[in-house]
C-alpha cells in the first residue's frame, strides 16, 4: 500500500519539527525556512546529477503553484506560531486534509468515499483532543490566518497529486519547490539581515534540511502512487509522532485526553487503509 509512504513524511516532519524548535533559539522563522530550503534544493540537485535524472520539465506551472502555495502555507502557519498557542496554530494548519478531501472531489474528479472522508474528520478530532487548542477573543483574526494556511497547504497537496499523475519524478518536484522557497526567502532576508551561523548550531540547520528533504521526497512519493483522502488521513501521523517526541525529549506530561487523541489518529489511519477500496490498496 504506497499510501504508507505518508508515515515515513509524516515521521521525518515530526523529526524536522523538533529541529526546528531547537533552532528557534539561533534562528528567525523565515531564516530556517531558507535553510531548509536551500539544503534541500543542493541535496536533491547533487542526487539527481548523480542518478542523471534531467531538469527538464513540460510542467512548470504547476510547480510554480506548488511552491507558491506551499511557502504561503508555511510563512502564514510560522506567522501563526509567533502569534498564537503553538497548538491551536497546529490545529488550524493541520485542516488541509479536511479540505484537500474536497478539492480532490471538485477538482479531481475523485469518488467521493463518506467513510474515507469520516477517517480524516476522525484524524483531525484527535488532533483536537491532542493538543487541546485554544483562541481568545481578540485573536479570531489571526485565527482565520492559521485557516488560510490550512487551505493554501490543500492546494499545495492537490499540485502534488495532480504533478503525480503527469508521471513527475518525487525529486523534480522537490528540487523545484526548494528553488523557489530558497529564492523568495532568500530575497527577503537580503533585504534584512542573517543570524550568525556556528558551529553550534550549524548541526541544527543540516538537521532540518535533510529531515525536511527525506519527508518532501515521501510525501510526494505517497501522492503519486496512493490515494489522495487515504493519504490525508495518516498525514495525521506528523502530529501524532510529535506528541510522542515532546513526551520523550522534552518530558511533557501528556493527559488521558491527549492519549484518547493519539489513539484517534491512528484508528483514522488504520481505517483509511481497511476500508479503500480493493482496487485502491492494489496501485
Not at 523538533?18 to 531564516?31: C, D, H, Q, R
Not at 463518506?114 to 481568545?136: D, K, N, S
Not at 501522492?223 to 509522532?241: I, N
Request: hydrophobic content about 55%.
Amino acid at each position: 500500500m504506497h499510501s504508507l509512504w505518508m508515515l515515513v513524511a509524516g515521521f521525518m516532519f515530526a523529526c524536522m519539527g523538533m529541529l526546528v524548535k531547537l533552532g528557534a533559539v539561533y534562528f528567525s522563522s523565515i531564516e530556517l525556512v531558507f535553510y531548509r530550503s536551500l539544503i534541500g534544493l543542493l541535496l536533491t540537485y547533487l542526487a539527481m546529477r548523480a542518478c542523471h535524472v534531467s531538469l527538464i520539465t513540460e510542467h512548470w506551472k504547476i510547480h510554480c503553484w506548488r511552491g507558491l502555495f506551499g511557502l504561503g502555507g508555511l510563512l502564514l502557519f510560522f506567522y501563526c506560531i509567533t502569534q498564537l498557542p503553538l497548538a491551536t496554530a497546529i490545529s488550524l494548519n493541520n485542516t488541509w486534509p479536511l479540505f484537500l478531501a474536497l478539492l480532490a472531489t471538485i477538482i479531481l474528479k475523485e469518488r467521493f468515499h463518506w467513510v474515507l472522508v469520516m477517517t480524516v474528520v476522525l484524524g483531525f478530532i484527535g488532533v483536537i483532543l491532542l493538543l487541546r487548542p485554544a483562541l481568545h477573543e481578540d485573536q479570531w483574526q489571526t485565527g482565520l490566518i492559521g485557516l488560510i494556511s490550512g487551505i493554501f497547504a490543500s492546494f499545495a497537496h492537490l499540485n502534488l497529486k495532480q504533478l503525480g499523475k503527469l508521471g513527475e519524478s518525487e525529486w523534480i518536484v522537490v528540487f523545484y519547490f526548494t528553488l523557489i522557497c530558497t529564492v523568495i526567502t532568500g530575497i527577503w532576508l537580503s533585504l534584512t539581515a542573517f543570524s550568525t551561523v556556528t558551529s553550534n548550531n550549524l548541526w541544527i540547520l543540516v538537521g532540518v534540511g535533510i529531515t525536511a528533504t527525506l519527508a518532501q521526497l515521501a510525501l510526494t512519493r505517497a501522492y503519486r502512487v496512493g490515494k489522495t483522502m487515504v493519504v490525508g488521513a495518516l498525514a495525521y501521523s506528523t502530529v501524532l509522532f510529535a506528541g510522542l517526541g515532546d513526551a520523550f525529549f522534552w518530558h511533557d506530561i501528556l493527559p488521558i485526553s491527549a492519549w484518547i487523541g493519539m489513539g484517534m489518529i491512528v484508528l483514522g489511519g488504520v481505517l483509511s487503509l481497511r476500508v479503500a477500496p480493493m482496487s485502491v490498496r492494489s496501485q
